[in-house]
Each structure stands twice: as structure tokens, then as C-alpha cells.
């Protein structure tokens, strides 16, 4: 089973953002096993780090290398995505020659409660991780308009309308994981499995 590397943009405790990623985790289990990525506790994007490399980063970069596919989960700040989305981003492909979104199958979904479900922020990413080379899915889009009613008492999706959008989106994700991978290393394939050193 291919393994996602999950990002999720909103930091806040009650994130929708995270709720719905959790939700379609759970959707997916069994056809795409989501890994969560820690991103609240990466410092801000200083170069001169690198001299020292924060432990946070070095674990993040890991996680995402060792994934087979990446997945965004983004709120909308201001018409755009939010920072802590942009300083993963930015951690990930540095330092240079050691990017570590390059050739990554990677997809963009977010949730709000508005109508157009984080719509302008998602377009707004999409032209910073095609310039870091993932290889980044265009369709189907998912711009979730969040409603506590489409959902049961756990966090499952609940309604079948839904249900079914978001089981074909999973179906096309994992089909674009699978077309798109490069062929990885023995070194990478130790990596996924986790039998490299923590580093």
C-alpha cells in the first residue's frame, strides 16, 4: 500500500483542516495509508541553520522522502495558503541539491466554511510546489465546503454524496502515486521502510 505524507497547513488545536484530513485518512485506509507530518514545530526559515540543522527539519525531510506520495491539506489565509505550508515548502528544498519534494507525486485539498472551500489558496500553491518539483495532480480538485453534518460523531464521513466524491478522488490520488513514482533506490526503499538510521 502506497504511503502519503500529510501535511497539514492549519496549526489551530480544532483545525477543520485536520479534522478533514483525518476524515479522509480513515476513507482511505486500505488503499492509501496517510502519514502525518509534524509541521508546527519547524522554526522559521533562516539559511543560516543549516550550519546546525534543526532537529525538527531533519525529521520532516525524512519523513517526506521516505513517502511515496505527499498530500497538502490547506486553509485559506487572505486569498493564498498559509505560512506554515510555505516554511514547510521551503525547509523541504533546501539546502541545495538535497530537495527533498523532488519528483514527488503530491496533491492539494482544503476545507473551509466558506463556498468556494479554500479555492484561491489552493491555486496559490499550486504554483509553488510545481516550481519545487513535485509532480503535482491537477484533477479531480477538492474544494470542501465544511459542514458538521456531512460527518458522524467520530470523524467518518457520514453522507453518501460525499462519500462517493471523495472515495473517486482517493481512487485517482493512488493512481497517480502509482504512474508517477520514479523508480526508487535501495537506499529510499530502506528509508520507507524504516530501517535507515535516524541521521
Same mark, same amino acid.
Given at each position: 500500500? !502506497?504511503?502519503?505524507?500529510?501535511?497539514? /497547513?492549519?496549526?489551530?488545536? +480544532?483545525?477543520?483542516?485536520?479534522? #478533514?484530513?483525518?476524515?479522509? /485518512?480513515?476513507?482511505?485506509? @486500505?488503499?492509501? +495509508? #496517510?502519514? #502525518?507530518?509534524e509541521i508546527? +514545530?519547524?522554526p522559521l526559515y533562516d539559511d543560516d541553520l543549516w550550519a546546525d540543522p534543526p532537529a525538527p527539519v531533519l525529521r520532516m525531510k525524512r519523513e517526506v522522502e521516505a513517502a511515496d506520495g505527499v498530500l497538502f491539506v490547506t486553509p485559506e489565509y487572505n486569498r493564498s495558503f498559509s505560512p506554515a505550508i510555505k516554511?514547510?515548502? +521551503?525547509? @523541504?528544498?533546501?539546502?541545495? /541539491?538535497q530537495n527533498s519534494w523532488e519528483a514527488k507525486p503530491a496533491a492539494i485539498v482544503g476545507t473551509s466554511p466558506g463556498a468556494i472551500g479554500t479555492a484561491a489558496g489552493q491555486n496559490?500553491?499550486?504554483?509553488?510546489?510545481?516550481?519545487?518539483?513535485?509532480?503535482?495532480? /491537477? !484533477?479531480?480538485?477538492?474544494? #470542501?465546503t465544511y459542514k458538521a453534518e456531512l460527518f458522524d460523531g467520530a470523524g467518518n464521513v457520514a453522507d453518501e454524496t460525499t462519500r462517493g466524491f471523495l472515495d473517486r478522488w482517493i481512487d485517482r490520488f493512488a493512481a497517480w502515486i502509482e504512474r508517477t513514482s520514479e523508480p526508487r533506490t535501495q537506499a529510499q526503499a530502506d528509508a520507507r521502510q524504516g530501517k535507515a538510521g535516524s541521521g
Open positions: 500500500m !502506497q504511503t502519503v505524507a500529510v501535511l497539514v /497547513g492549519s496549526l489551530r488545536r +480544532d483545525s477543520l483542516n485536520r479534522k #478533514f484530513a483525518e476524515s479522509l /485518512g480513515r476513507l482511505a485506509a @486500505g488503499r492509501l +495509508d #496517510f502519514r #502525518f507530518v508546527g +514545530d519547524l516554511n514547510a515548502v +521551503d525547509w @523541504g528544498s533546501r539546502p541545495r /541539491g496559490a500553491l499550486k504554483g509553488v510546489l510545481t516550481v519545487v518539483d513535485t509532480v503535482l495532480m /491537477g !484533477q479531480p480538485e477538492v474544494y #470542501f
